[in-house]
């Protein structure tokens, strides 16, 4: 078997770093965990909740990868309906409404970063 211990950390494309490291630190309040060289010219960016777990790392685009997609990442949040309107209030494009809270399934939404790269922030069970 091998020794997997824990998710460390997601893939998310973005199309240009920076923009992508300036919309997780101010807009989410992620911090800079890695901005090193990359390859030939290529930079390696990761970001991470305050809280810890696993790191965003934000790549450049690759063939079928590019920005604008369904990340399928669950940020966690003990207050998803303070985050909504403190998001939608700061300009991020966040969905309408929020799903779930009816104690089966915990309370969501779904925004999408500057990229257009959808994740969802979920109420800490």
Same mark, same amino acid.
């Given at each position: 078997?091998?020794?997997? +211990?824990? /998710?460390? *950390? #997601?893939?998310?494309? #973005?199309?240009?770093?920076?923009? @992508?490291?300036?919309?997780? +630190?101010? =807009?989410?309040?992620? $911090?800079?965990?890695? &901005? ?6 290529? *930079? ?10 696993? $790191?965003? %790392?934000? #790549? ?8 604008? =997609?369904? +990340?399928? /990442? @669950? ?5 998803? *309906? %303070? &985050? ?5 209030? @700061?300009? /991020?494009?966040? &969905? ?15 925004? =999408? ?8 922030? /979920?109420?800490?069970?």
């Amino acid at each position: 078997m091998p020794q997997i +211990t824990h /998710v460390g *950390r #997601v893939m998310v494309p #973005v199309s240009n770093q920076d923009d @992508a490291i300036a919309f997780y +630190t101010t =807009r989410l309040g992620f $911090s800079l965990v890695a &901005d090193v060289p990359f390859g030939e010219s290529d *930079r390696w960016v990761e970001v991470a909740p305050p809280g810890g777990g696993a $790191s965003l %790392a934000l #790549v450049p685009p690759q063939g079928e990868y590019q920005p604008g =997609r369904m +990340t399928g /990442v @669950a940020l966690e949040s003990p207050d998803p *309906r %303070a &985050d909504h309107a403190e998001l939608k209030a @700061a300009g /991020v494009d966040v &969905d309408t409404e929020l799903m779930g809270g009816d104690g089966t399934v915990p309370l969501l939404f779904f925004f =999408r970063d500057n990229n257009e790269n959808q994740l969802m922030i /979920v109420e800490a069970q």
